[in-house]
């Protein structure tokens, strides 16, 4: 029996998860960030990646055949020569970027996902403005960072990682209009998620028992990861996450680019990952109601029967998906008295929104919807996935599983079998 690792480098912390050649997990390790403040991230990260080796038992640990990482999308950083950071990352919502943004619009070709204050490419432009710059050698994302550590080759990344960056996916190379720039420093070479990079230093193997022939393959974004676990694979399949926003991925062979919607496309081997976030969904559920009384009220539902309340459920005025209005307002009334009924209306009208997505991608040419895998804490909702799936028409599963680290062990898995 071979191991494969797949590690989740998280907003909340990392994790890693040890699956066997048919997909299942033989072990699961977590590394939770601290609440207290950080200085220094990129050690932290680094501890992180060897305590959650460590955590791994030393039988599985010979046997592991590939691992392969994700971080979350945009965390970037600059190294030396030697890989040694020069400066602290830049983190995914980090919005430093948007004294450059001007200058982005200038150079990249209209709606393209690097005009936004967040994109990798917003943060390298700002970060050659510090003094530390002259010190950089190469442009990690936070990903490419970590697996450098293990297999000790800079710079590669992949292609979910360097969307972002303004890497072409379509074309597998960097675009003429970002050589351009001439940025004075050296972007990662970028190969598809999940393929093999090569073997674990010798070090690392020696002081963990892992294997010397042991892969280390390209990572991707913690979002994809999520989606890779969820089981979707085929072009109309899609994965709603229902947590404190809605947020829609639909698989296609239609690559779909929006920027009105704020809609993108990444590039999943032949197909095309699409989608959208809305600012409805959990939170608004949050600010009315306990998960206890989400739980018992959602119980009491008849949802078979199609609620007459029309609302669209937002926390404050303003949606870009599938509405694109910055000021458009919340609606939540009228409210009935009797709060399963008020729930009712609020469950019902966020499955329409949702519904509406898919509608809104398939108007764009997506591939015609076909299964519905959910994600979130609304998953568990049974009331709420018969509610939508009323207004889907399509079957509407759970996930086979949600975590990133599951879904990033599957691409080392694919990267080696393959
Ligand atoms: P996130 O990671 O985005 O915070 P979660 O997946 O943890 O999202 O989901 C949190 C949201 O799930 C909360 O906003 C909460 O209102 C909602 N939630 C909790 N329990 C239920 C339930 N039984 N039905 C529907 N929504 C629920």
């Known amino acids: ?55 791994i038992s030393e039988e599985l640990r010979r046997k592991i055949k590939a691992i ?5 999308s945009s965390t970037v950083l600059l190294v030396d020569a030697v890989g040694k950071p020069v400066d602290a990352p830049l983190f995914y919502n980090d919005g430093r970027g948007l004294t450059v943004i001007e200058k982005l619009r200038s150079i990249a070709p209209a709606n393209h996902p690097v005009i936004s204050a967040t994109s990798s490419l917003a943060k390298l432009l700002w970060m050659s403005q510090q003094p530390t710059f002259t010190e950089a050698r190469y442009f990690l994302h936070q990903a490419d960072w970590l697996a450098f550590l293990l297999h000790g080759e800079l710079a590669i990344s992949d292609y979910h990682n360097a969307l972002k960056l303004g890497y072409d996916v379509e074309e597998l190379k960097y675009p003429k209009w970002l050589e351009n720039l001439q940025i004075p420093i050296q972007l990662p070479k970028v190969l598809p998620p999940g393929s093999p990079i090569r073997e674990l230093r010798p070090k690392i193997a020696a ?38 926003t809605l947020v829609i991925k639909l698989l296609s062979r239609t690559r779909i680019e929006n920027s009105q919607y704020g809609i993108y496309s990444h590039r999943l081997g032949d197909l095309w990952l699409t989608g959208g976030a809305s600012n409805t969904g959990g939170a608004v559920l949050k600010y009315f109601f306990t998960d206890v009384e989400l739980e018992s009220f959602s119980r009491q539902i008849d949802a078979s029967k199609a609620s007459e309340l029309d609302y669209y459920p937002l926390l404050q005025a303003g949606d870009r998906f599938p509405i694109n209005d910055p000021h458009l307002p919340p609606r939540l009334t009228p409210r009935p008295d009797d709060p399963v009924e008020f729930l009712h209306g609020l469950l019902e009208s966020i499955a329409r929104i949702e519904s509406q997505g898919y509608k809104l991608l398939q108007l764009m040419q997506a591939d015609p919807l076909s299964r519905v895998y959910t994600a979130g804490k609304g998953a568990a909702n049974q009331t709420w996935t018969t509610i939508r799936q009323r207004y889907l028409k399509v079957p509407v599963v759970s996930s086979v599983n949600t975590e990133a680290a599951y879904g990033t062990a599957l691409l080392a898995m694919r990267g080696v079998k393959n």
């Open 1 to 55: 029996m071979n191991f494969y690792l797949g590690i989740d480098f998280g907003t909340s912390g990392a994790r890693a998860v040890v699956i066997d050649d048919a997909a299942c997990i033989q072990a699961e390790a977590r590394y939770p960030w601290g609440n207290s403040h950080v200085s220094d991230w990129v050690t932290d990260w680094q501890t992180a990646l060897l305590t959650l080796l460590a955590k």
């Open 68 to 72: 392969a990482i994700n971080g979350t």
């Open 207 to 244: 002081n963990f028992g892992l294997p010397n022939d042991c892969l280390v393959c390209t990572g991707t974004t913690d979002s994809i990861a999520a989606f890779v676990a969820s089981g979707a694979k085929l072009p109309g399949e899609a994965v709603t996450s229902l947590g404190s």
